[in-house]
């Protein structure tokens, strides 16, 4: 059976060729790691929102792959159905901005692709 192809006048801009130089989003651990700096502590149901589904997998590699430090807090919110569930309310000490705007700084440079 003969595959079918689309003439290239008529395939649609999203199927094309990306250009070299397109703006890559940002990764979900800067957004998460962001979010801490600029607006301050986060759960789990919280980081939904920023397109993050498992904070603590998040928070494990901005602790083991870059060496912050986290402060975590237990606390009780309604879950979806509006029934008590336990979470951890993860925060940046004051102690470890300075290195949190390091590491993301250096992670907005890696999104980012250098002209040649």
Same mark, same amino acid.
């Given at each position: 059976?003969?595959?079918?192809?689309?003439?290239?006048?008529?395939?649609?801009?999203?199927?094309?060729?990306?250009?070299?130089?397109?703006?890559?989003?940002?990764?979900?651990?800067?957004?998460?790691?962001?979010?801490?700096?600029?607006? #301050?502590?986060?759960?789990?149901?919280?980081?939904?929102?920023?397109?993050? +589904?498992?904070? +603590?997998?998040?928070?494990?590699?901005?602790?083991?792959?870059? #060496?912050?430090?986290?402060?975590?807090?237990?606390?009780?919110?309604?879950?979806?159905?509006?029934?008590?569930?336990?979470?951890?309310?993860?925060?940046?000490?004051?102690?470890?901005?300075?290195?949190?705007?390091?590491?993301?700084?250096?992670?907005?440079?890696?999104?980012?692709?250098?002209?040649?």
């Amino acid at each position: 059976m003969k595959k079918a192809t689309i003439p290239e006048e008529k395939r649609s801009q999203s199927h094309g060729n990306i250009s070299s130089t397109s703006i890559k989003a940002p990764s979900k651990i800067s957004r998460v790691l962001e979010h801490l700096l600029r607006h #301050g502590p986060l759960n789990r149901f919280e980081a939904e929102r920023i397109g993050d +589904h498992c904070l +603590h997998s998040t928070i494990s590699s901005l602790a083991n792959g870059y #060496g912050l430090t986290f402060k975590r807090v237990p606390e009780k919110v309604p879950n979806h159905w509006g029934l008590p569930c336990d979470v951890i309310r993860y925060s940046l000490p004051r102690s470890e901005r300075r290195r949190a705007k390091q590491v993301l700084d250096m992670l907005n440079r890696k999104g980012k692709k250098v002209a040649a």
